[in-house]
């Protein structure tokens, strides 16, 4: 059984730093591209990052750039998104989902070609 488990989410002051955390169960995850997407309040769900499957390419959204870092331990069943110098413009709920690429070393930016997601973590950037 597939699954993905977020957590690391919370409070944090603007400039401050969350480590958001996407255990994973019931599969390869060296084999899949990974994403992480976020929905705020009444806007709809974006993609902030994703990792490829075999090479580990990446790809962040412009508003995240030489902010955020995404990475994954695939001895670990776990990616992570390393999130710095957080902005209130942050502050959603962040979804981490996983892909089996039909072509390998490819970042998947939609969030409809996803099979599988987790249930999401609140993310507050607030003073």
């Known amino acids: 059984q597939v699954q993905l488990v977020e957590s690391g989410g919370g409070l944090v002051q603007p400039g401050g730093s969350l480590k958001l955390s996407c255990a994973t169960s019931?599969?390869?995850?060296?084999?899949?591209?990974i994403g992480w997407f976020r929905q705020a309040p009444g806007k709809e769900r974006e993609v902030v990052s994703c990792?490829?499957?075999?090479?580990?390419?990446?790809y962040y959204v412009d508003s995240v750039k030489g902010r955020f870092t995404i990475s994954k331990d695939n001895a670990k069943n776990t990616a992570y998104l390393q999130m710095n110098s957080l902005e209130p413009e942050d502050t959603a709920v962040y979804y981490c989902?996983?892909?089996?690429?039909?072509?390998?070393?490819?970042?998947?930016?939609?969030?409809?070609?996803?099979?599988?997601w987790g249930q999401g973590t609140q993310v507050t950037v607030s003073s």
């Open positions: 989902a996983a892909l089996y690429p039909p072509t390998p070393f490819v970042c998947y930016i939609k969030d409809f070609k996803y099979e599988y």
């Open positions: 019931g599969f390869a995850l060296d084999y899949y591209s």
């Open positions: 990792i490829s499957s075999g090479d580990d390419s990446t």
